[in-house]
Protein backbone atom coordinates (compact mmCIF):
# COMPACT_ATOMS: atom_id res chain seq x y z
CA UNK A 1 0.00 0.00 0.00
CA UNK A 2 1.59 3.48 -1.27
CA UNK A 3 0.18 6.68 0.27
CA UNK A 4 0.44 9.77 -1.06
CA UNK A 5 0.15 13.04 1.51
CA UNK A 6 -0.41 16.42 0.88
CA UNK A 7 -0.03 19.39 3.02
CA UNK A 8 0.30 23.15 3.28
CA UNK A 9 -2.81 24.70 0.92
CA UNK A 10 -5.18 27.11 2.62
CA UNK A 11 -5.85 31.09 1.77
CA UNK A 12 -3.52 33.96 0.91
CA UNK A 13 -3.89 37.26 -0.74
CA UNK A 14 -2.75 38.01 -4.22
CA UNK A 15 1.57 38.31 -4.18
CA UNK A 16 1.59 36.10 -1.22
CA UNK A 17 3.33 32.99 -0.75
CA UNK A 18 2.49 28.94 0.24
CA UNK A 19 4.78 26.08 0.50
CA UNK A 20 2.89 22.74 -0.35
CA UNK A 21 4.46 19.57 1.08
CA UNK A 22 4.24 15.63 -0.50
CA UNK A 23 5.41 12.70 1.24
CA UNK A 24 4.91 9.45 -0.12
CA UNK A 25 5.34 6.51 2.37
CA UNK A 26 4.46 2.65 2.49
CA UNK A 27 5.66 0.24 0.69
CA UNK A 28 6.93 1.39 -2.05
CA UNK A 29 10.48 0.45 -3.48
CA UNK A 30 11.93 3.26 -5.36
CA UNK A 31 10.06 6.65 -6.66
CA UNK A 32 10.79 8.34 -10.19
CA UNK A 33 9.30 11.52 -11.03
CA UNK A 34 7.19 13.65 -8.85
CA UNK A 35 4.94 16.25 -9.44
CA UNK A 36 2.97 19.00 -8.85
CA UNK A 37 -0.77 19.23 -10.51
CA UNK A 38 -3.71 21.52 -10.36
CA UNK A 39 -7.46 21.88 -10.87
CA UNK A 40 -9.15 24.56 -11.16
CA UNK A 41 -13.19 24.42 -11.04
CA UNK A 42 -14.55 23.25 -14.22
CA UNK A 43 -11.39 23.11 -15.87
CA UNK A 44 -8.92 19.96 -16.81
CA UNK A 45 -5.88 19.08 -14.62
CA UNK A 46 -2.84 20.65 -15.22
CA UNK A 47 0.54 20.00 -14.69
CA UNK A 48 2.38 22.78 -12.92
CA UNK A 49 5.77 21.20 -11.84
CA UNK A 50 7.69 18.07 -11.91
CA UNK A 51 11.17 16.82 -10.70
CA UNK A 52 12.67 13.53 -12.18
CA UNK A 53 14.59 11.37 -9.73
CA UNK A 54 17.78 13.26 -11.05
CA UNK A 55 16.33 16.39 -9.94
CA UNK A 56 15.65 17.43 -13.19
CA UNK A 57 12.41 19.84 -13.30
CA UNK A 58 10.28 20.80 -15.50
CA UNK A 59 7.62 23.69 -15.03
CA UNK A 60 4.79 24.99 -16.89
CA UNK A 61 5.13 28.59 -18.41
CA UNK A 62 2.55 30.11 -15.73
CA UNK A 63 4.73 28.89 -12.96
CA UNK A 64 8.24 29.63 -14.56
CA UNK A 65 9.88 32.66 -12.47
CA UNK A 66 7.21 32.11 -9.67
CA UNK A 67 7.37 28.42 -8.17
CA UNK A 68 9.94 25.78 -7.43
CA UNK A 69 9.63 22.25 -7.00
CA UNK A 70 12.16 20.45 -4.78
CA UNK A 71 12.40 16.70 -3.38
CA UNK A 72 14.11 14.94 -1.17
CA UNK A 73 14.75 11.41 -2.10
CA UNK A 74 15.42 10.11 1.37
CA UNK A 75 12.25 11.01 3.44
CA UNK A 76 10.71 10.38 -0.46
CA UNK A 77 9.21 14.33 -0.37
CA UNK A 78 8.68 16.83 -2.88
CA UNK A 79 7.69 20.84 -1.84
CA UNK A 80 6.46 23.43 -4.19
CA UNK A 81 7.25 26.66 -2.97
CA UNK A 82 5.01 29.20 -4.44
CA UNK A 83 5.26 32.94 -4.47
CA UNK A 84 3.77 36.22 -5.93
CA UNK A 85 0.21 33.79 -6.05
CA UNK A 86 -2.53 34.84 -7.89
CA UNK A 87 -6.18 34.50 -8.20
CA UNK A 88 -5.57 32.50 -11.18
CA UNK A 89 -3.67 30.16 -8.89
CA UNK A 90 -6.61 28.86 -7.00
CA UNK A 91 -7.14 25.55 -7.37
CA UNK A 92 -7.04 22.16 -6.03
CA UNK A 93 -3.31 20.89 -5.96
CA UNK A 94 -2.38 17.17 -6.25
CA UNK A 95 0.39 15.39 -5.62
CA UNK A 96 1.96 13.13 -8.13
CA UNK A 97 4.60 10.15 -7.55
CA UNK A 98 5.68 7.55 -10.15
CA UNK A 99 6.74 4.26 -8.06
CA UNK A 100 7.32 0.77 -7.78
CA UNK A 101 6.60 -1.92 -5.00
CA UNK A 102 7.46 -5.35 -4.70
CA UNK A 103 6.44 -7.71 -7.87
CA UNK A 104 4.92 -4.79 -9.74
CA UNK A 105 6.20 -2.28 -12.31
CA UNK A 106 6.54 1.57 -12.19
CA UNK A 107 2.72 2.96 -10.89
CA UNK A 108 1.02 6.52 -10.89
CA UNK A 109 0.57 7.11 -7.73
CA UNK A 110 -2.08 10.48 -6.53
CA UNK A 111 -2.95 12.69 -3.07
CA UNK A 112 -6.09 13.54 -2.44
CA UNK A 113 -5.36 16.84 -3.14
CA UNK A 114 -5.09 20.17 -0.94
CA UNK A 115 -6.84 23.84 -1.64
CA UNK A 116 -5.30 26.72 -2.56
CA UNK A 117 -7.19 29.99 -2.79
CA UNK A 118 -5.69 33.14 -3.62
CA UNK A 119 -8.11 35.78 -2.59
CA UNK A 120 -7.58 39.00 -4.74
Known amino acids: QVQVLESGGGLVQAGGSLILSCRVS????????MAWYRQAPGKQRELVAK???????TYVDAAKGRFTISRDNAQVTADLQMNRLEPEDTAVYYC??????????????WGQGTQVTVSS
Open 26 to 33: GSVLSVGT
Open 51 to 57: MTGAGVA
Open 96 to 109: YARGRVLHRDYTDY
